[in-house]
């Protein structure tokens, strides 16, 4: 640190919002408070941008994980004429248990640099996400380019991956699903499409909407393995549905209706995207980084490497009042919002502990505290011979009786220009209550899928492996780690929220945008008129193919 | 492009659509001068270009622009560039057409034309089609050009084939892409082309295939009809085949001279009667088939005067192909009448000629013979038979009582079937073979769809295991007596309730399948044969009538074992047409009373029927509905020598019933209970029919 310039001062020092980290939901804040006449500083104490949303080189991303938590300094510079009260900021870092091996330093090293990892992944976009809506109406997909997911599958209990069938012509050609159970897959997607017709006369009951998504798909006589393809490959759930006294998540029947309607309206959204699912290329850290671009167009002022080591507060009412950077520099502001990993070490005055309680309702996020174990594999061929981007989804109990929580894998090839030619990156994901249990699951999908070199002698296994299993892709590189899972929060000042364990945005986006309507009531979210280019349709959103 | 409501236009839109017509009709009044004057200046045709871009079915315009065209090539013949870009300017006003309108003929039309002219790309066309078939996948225009730029460039059926799987994967709800691959399978199959030799796996797989169209989405009609073409080219045999003949193979012809029907044959259903001093020889075959003529099939007897005959088919739209030939073999004179049966022996297909439409050769060398015996008849008796009336009464109608007398006629039943005749090359030529073993699996798999939620109502389900089931029959019998009759008039039966606005096709595959069920088994043919004992002439006996009447039947089929009937008992049917009936050649009493026949029109058949005597179309509804004028195929019969006076429709109906009955030789005919049937419409009978003795039960003088 010591060798990096010295901080420049920043002019001016006053601000109606201070945004420090630059994560998705930070970057959308900036852009949308810019957007709304707000002057805006958005800061970030590391030198990329995208904080925990970031897409980044091998060693940026080693060091990002490894992190050690930063204390907050025993010394603050202290500035006798101030009229605050200054309070010690410190950061926690979500990532615990991170374990990186490098099982080709031949091959890795050289092209160590030229890999964009996600830090949060397994991550996409559906094509019909509001996400999207939301890219196009702010303008961000300005700076945007996405490529297709091609294709998803569904383990079976053996490992054997088949494809999901998700859209009409799937199910026409899908090999794998006899006659009779392609015709009541289907039946069922049409009860769901005339359900969703409005002002249709062929609805699904009130009392069945309410009733878990699972005891429906029952009592429409789906046999199980059609129930598993629906639950967890194309409504996206994490937690077993069929254990009762572990029913901590059982979804809905009416929020299985939508995730089925979301992913249907996805397939087909795009003319040149043919599955359900987009990607940005370069990773997703593009995403943050477009709505800061955003942002910085409407004005507001951008300073990376920043530390911000304390907050101001008022000496009397201990209101928010400013921060202190690591420079020692003060820059007062109206609101501020801090990524999640910053805590405050006293109490600020207007946080009574109800309060904190309600904004979590507020933004309808889950109170429980529950972890997220990733994972990322980089193998030099491809799980699927013949394909390179594709989503696997391991359901509950098929790796092992106990597996509580599915399993997503997403691989990416070159194309997405996530890694060098010629490599392919396997993103990993799956809740977890604790560590063990994380690190199990993570393991188990790895065993099936991916040849692991013995630790001892990598050179020699190499060959051995590849001569017994032609199939299985060998592993270079892994890393895995346990994210903990922290929501946003809406004070005087305002905690954004943290990647969560979903596959798409929309959870995090929706946290996002009642953070901000909470801390500007009076303000829309991106005003319809940003840009007179916007075009209206969804070629507005650039596909490269 | 399909399936998109049409909106009722708003005020400003009829406003701009005017604004839009009167710029158009200006534009059509230059044009049509230029065209007039033959102006091909670059003016006036890159008017007519704007005037295509907005309205693509201007013909006149394309018409003038190919003259434009002609002229400016007969120009610049030498310069290939000034070819090239006078031809590309016309692909881009086609193309620019398109836009506006993709199912405009005159433009997909033009755009041949100029690729005719040669000198394109046809890579380029190739990818534009692409972009077309992306907009509307299944628009046959497209299509259509599509199978011209494959035969244009040569491009394989079996790439065409894959393109129409891509397509079909896509998404499977294209009757353009299924019916291309119809299109491409016969040709292929046909070819016998390399991985298309054996039809039993392209089968085998096709049908694999569309079962995944089919359970995925059975309300979509489009894989249910490629399923049908399937089933089609299945059970169509491939090589012509003899099904049934008349006389059959086996049979003692007793010719009884004038008109008499014997009682005192071995056989009641193979006596016959003739007045003519010949009688036909029928030959029923399993499909249509051409090439039958004295040197093709040979008639060897003691009938020597049987040398050359004539054989005619008997179709319906006087086509070379039928499915029935016949011709007329002559009796010994009457002066040399004997006791003595003489042998006839019939062959066929021991070379080659008998071709089936599709092109098949009869390849089952066939034999079958049987014995003509005439018997003395003093023409006296038959004179006095004659003047007799046929009644249809009940009373008239005797069943079979002793066993020797069903036996006999069992025996009779038995030989109808055509099985021994051939001289097999394969002796299992029935047998179930692959085919049966397809339809099989047919039948389970759609039972299974059946049997699932939500499906039991299905109607093309229903229909296509009816229709599978129905060709299994066909194809077992009669080497299995496992008949699923019973499980197909069900089925038939549920559709009519179903669906009522087919209910008329329902009804009538209801009645060719109950026709089938009753007819297939000797114990129900020998419920519905009976002697009739309405003569009370001494040399006449009882000669055995089908009676086939009260069985609701809307149409009538199963011809091929029905070839023998003389007497028939139609009445209390629902007929609306007695289509195929011809095929009876020896049918001489016929009671088509109570049904519901509207027009002459619809007894067409009666015209080819050479031995018909007795006809009753009493309570039919002839006269009642506006009648089908489409039939004037003969001279009026009014023109000269009618003093009664008629008016139009009447002469309509009357032309109808003169070209009917005129070739008849009818001596009874009962017409009451029809509209028609009115004290003109008699007399007009009587006067035209000069062999009628009886009309409506009363005796003519």
Known sequence: MSDLPPYPPIDPTTYDLIVVGTGLAESVIAAAASSAGKSVLHLDPNPFYGSHFASLSLPDLSSFLHQNPRPSPTQIPSNNHSDFTAVNLATTSPYSHVQISNFAPEIIDPNSTKFNLDVSGPRVLFCADKS???????????????????????????????????????????????????????????????????????????????????????????????????????????????????????????????????????????????????????????????????????????????????????????????????????????????????????????????????????????????????????????????????????????????????????????????????????????????????????????????????CDNPESSFTDQCENSEVKPTLLWSASYIQELNMGQVESISYSPMPDGNLNYNDLLDATVKLFQKMYPDEDFFPQTLSPDNSEDDGGLSLEM | MHGRPRKAPKPEDEAASAAKAEKLRLLQSQFLSNHNNKIYTKEAVDLSATLLEINPESYTAWNYRKLAVEHHLSLLESDPDSVNSLLNEELRVVENALRQNIKSYGAWHHRKWVLSKGNTSIDHELRLLDKFQRVDSRNFHAWNYRRFLAALMNRSDQDELKYTEDMINTNFSNYSAWHNRSVLLSNLLKKKAEGFLSKEDILSEEYQFVHQAIFTDPDDQSGWFYHLWLLEQTVKDASPLLVSSWPAHGSAVNQLGDWCLDSSASSPITSFYSGLGAFPLVLYFNQAVEGVNSSTVTVESALDKNKD????????????????????????????????????????????????????????????????????????????????????????????????????????????????????????????????????????????????????????????????????????????????????????????????????????????????????????????????????????????????????????????????????????????????????????????SKNKLSSFTALEPLRRMESLRVLDISYNEIGTHSVDTTKYLCSSPLSHSVEIEWNHDEIVTVWEAFYLLKGLNLTQLDIVGNAIADEKFKLFLVKFLPALKWLDGKHLL
Not at chain 1, 361 to 381: E, H, N
Request: contains cysteine; negative net charge.
């Open chain 1, 132 to 454: 999207i809506d939301l890219i196009q109406k702010s303008g961000a997909h300005f700076y945007l380019n996405f490529e297709s997911i091609d294709s998803s599958f569904i383990a079976d209990s053996k490992g054997e991956l088949t494809s999901v069938p998700d859209s009409r012509a799937a199910i026409f050609k899908d090999k794998s699903l006899s006659l009779i159970e392609k015709n009541m897959l289907m039946r069922f997607f049409k009860l769901v499409q005339q359900h969703l017709v409005i002002d249709g006369d062929a609805k699904i009951s009130e009392d069945d909407l309410e009733t878990p998504f699972v005891d429906f798909l029952t009592k429409m006589k789906l046999p199980p393995k059609i129930k598993s393809i629906i639950l967890y490959a194309i409504a996206m759930v994490d937690f077993d549905q069929d254990s009762k006294d572990d029913c901590r998540e059982l979804l809905k029947t009416r929020d299985g209706i939508d995730q089925l309607a979301l992913y249907n309206s996805s397939i087909g959204r795009f003319p040149n995207a043919p599955g359900a699912w987009i990607y940005p290329l370069y990773g997703q850290g593009e995403l943050p980084q477009a709505f800061c671009r955003r942002a910085a167009v409407k004005g507001c002022l951008y300073v990376l490497r920043m530390p911000v080591v304390a907050l101001l507060l008022d000496k009397g009412s201990r209101h928010y009042r400013g921060v202190r950077l690591g420079s020692g520099q003060e820059i007062l502001s109206s609101k501020l919002v801090l990524d999640s990993s910053f805590t405050v070490e006293e109490p600020l005055s207007s946080s009574p502990r109800d309060s904190v309680q309600e904004s979590l309702q507020v933004l309808g996020l889950r109170k429980v505290k529950r972890k997220v174990a990733r994972g990322i594999c980089i193998t030099s061929s491809s799980l699927k011979s013949e394909l390179i981007n594709f989503l696997v989804v391991y359901p509950p109990r098929c790796l092992y009786p106990e597996q509580a929580t599915a399993v997503r894998v997403l691989q990416m090839g070159a194309n997405f220009a996530v890694c060098p030619s010629g490599m392919f990156v396997l993103y990993l994901s799956a809740l977890c209550d604790d560590i063990d249990q994380g690190n199990t699951l993570l393991r188990a999908v790895i065993d099936s899928l991916i040849v692991l070199p013995t």
């Open chain 2, 309 to 592: 005959l004539i054989w005619k088919p008997l179709s319906a739209n006087n086509s070379h192909t039928s499915q029935l030939w016949f011709t007329h073999l002559h009796f010994p004179d009457k002066k040399i009448q004997s006791l003595e049966a003489l042998p006839v022996e019939v062959s066929l297909g021991h070379s080659q000629g008998i071709i089936s439409s599709s092109g098949m050769h009869y390849t089952h060398p066939s034999r079958f013979s049987f014995t003509v015996r005439t018997q003395p008849v003093e023409t006296d008796f038959a004179g006095a038979h004659q003047e007799e009336i046929i009644s249809w009464k009940d009373e008239y109608f005797h069943i079979y009582e002793t066993h020797s007398q069903e036996l006999s006629l069992a025996v009779s039943f038995d030989q109808l079937h055509f099985r021994n005749g051939h001289e097999s090359t394969t002796s299992d030529w029935r047998a179930p073979d692959w085919r049966a073993q397809v339809i099989d699996e047919e039948i389970e798999c759609f039972r299974e769809l059946l049997r699932s939620d939500g499906l039991k109502d299905c109607k093309i389900g229903k229909l296509t295991l009816a229709r599978l089931l129905t060709a299994n029959d066909k194809m077992v019998f009669p080497c299995s007596n496992k008949l699923n009759h019973s499980e197909v008039l069900e089925l038939y039966s549920e559709l009519m309730t179903l669906d009522p606005s087919h209910y008329h096709y329902y009804k009538d595959e209801h009645s060719l399948v109950l026709l089938q069920q009753v007819i297939s088994n000797t114990d129900s043919m020998l419920r519905h044969s009976f002697h009739f004992r309405g003569l009370t002439s001494l040399t006449i006996g009882s000669p055995t009538c089908l009676r086939l009447n009260n069985l609701s039947l809307s149409r009538i089929g199963s011809f091929e074992k029905l070839l023998w009937v003389q007497m028939l008992d139609l009445s209390h049917n629902e007929l609306r047409s007695i289509e195929g009936l011809e095929a009876m050649q020896v049918l001489s009493c016929l009671n088509l």
